[in-house]
């Protein structure tokens, strides 16, 4: 369920800024690791942020697409829990892209949530505990967290995008991604620069 491809206007960031600014639910899946997607339902954080997880069927409908199962009525208290969950993980994040020192508090929230991810055997391979209910959903996403810092934390980044801080994991080994989006984000950053060359003086 990780690689579905989003709704159009989810692959513009910027361009669905506007439209979420005015309650439109959009959810990407372009950071390249669905934990990192998690952290980037809060939206704009370069501007105060834009909370996208308002209900909990936002929760539901967010976890559907990532672990696959469609039938978790989460609850007000496992809204609060994604959250609370989610900003550890984003200073963690913060701290692996160099932009923050570790917060042992956040730290300690995450390690936390990873006790109830246990790894099972399930008579013919080890596999994660089902991630039945929102409680085990958010449980595996805390154990993903830690594998993505432990293992992948010089590739998280924040995009360069003049109006974005979406965070994400930069997996590519020729070029080093730097925007969230090449269409959105990397384009935006290119036109932005030649207009500023245009106007330098000596230049046009
Ligand atoms: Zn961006």
Same mark, same amino acid.
């Given at each position: 369920?990780?690689?579905?491809?989003?709704?159009?206007?989810?692959?513009?960031?910027?361009?669905?800024?506007?439209?979420?600014?005015?309650?439109?639910?959009?959810?990407?899946?372009?950071?390249?690791?669905?934990? /990192?997607?998690?952290?980037?339902?809060?939206?704009?954080?370069?501007?105060?942020?834009?909370?996208?997880?308002?209900?909990?069927?936002?929760?539901?409908?967010?976890?559907?697409?990532?672990?696959?199962?469609?039938?978790?009525?989460?609850?007000?208290?496992?809204?609060? &829990?994604?959250?609370?969950?989610?900003?550890?993980?984003?200073?963690?994040?913060?701290?692996?892209?160099?932009?923050?020192?570790?917060?042992?508090?956040?730290?300690?929230?995450?390690?936390?949530?990873?006790?109830?991810?246990?790894?099972?055997?399930?008579?013919?391979?080890? &596999?994660?505990?089902?991630?039945?209910?929102?409680?085990?959903?958010?449980?595996?996403?805390?154990?993903?967290?830690?594998?993505?810092?432990?293992?992948?934390?010089?590739?998280?980044?924040?995009?360069?995008?003049?109006?974005?801080?979406?965070?994400? /994991?930069?997996?590519?080994?020729?070029?080093?991604?730097?925007?969230?989006?090449?269409?959105?984000?990397?384009?935006?950053?290119?036109?932005?620069?030649?207009?500023?060359?245009?106007?330098?003086?000596? &230049?046009?």
């Amino acid at each position: 369920m990780r690689d579905r491809i989003p709704p159009l206007p989810s692959r513009d960031p910027p361009a669905a800024n506007a439209a979420i600014e005015q309650g439109a639910q959009y959810f990407l899946w372009i950071a390249g690791d669905p934990v /990192v997607d998690f952290v980037n339902t809060v939206r704009l954080r370069h501007r105060g942020g834009v909370e996208l997880l308002r209900v909990p069927a936002d929760l539901d409908a967010w976890l559907a697409t990532t672990f696959g199962t469609t039938s978790r009525r989460s609850t007000q208290g496992d809204l609060a &829990t994604a959250r609370s969950l989610r900003e550890a993980v984003d200073l963690c994040l913060l701290a692996a892209a160099g932009h923050a020192t570790v917060v042992p508090n956040a730290l300690a929230h995450l390690n936390q949530h990873m006790e109830q991810a246990p790894l099972v055997w399930n008579g013919e391979c080890f &596999t994660r505990a089902p991630a039945a209910t929102a409680a085990q959903a958010l449980s595996r996403l805390a154990a993903d967290a830690a594998t993505l810092l432990e293992h992948r934390a010089h590739h998280i980044r924040l995009c360069d995008g003049p109006d974005c801080s979406l965070r994400l /994991v930069d997996a590519s080994r020729a070029r080093p991604r730097r925007w969230c989006s090449m269409a959105a984000c990397g384009n935006r950053t290119k036109a932005h620069r030649r207009r500023g060359r245009a106007t330098q003086p000596g &230049t046009g």
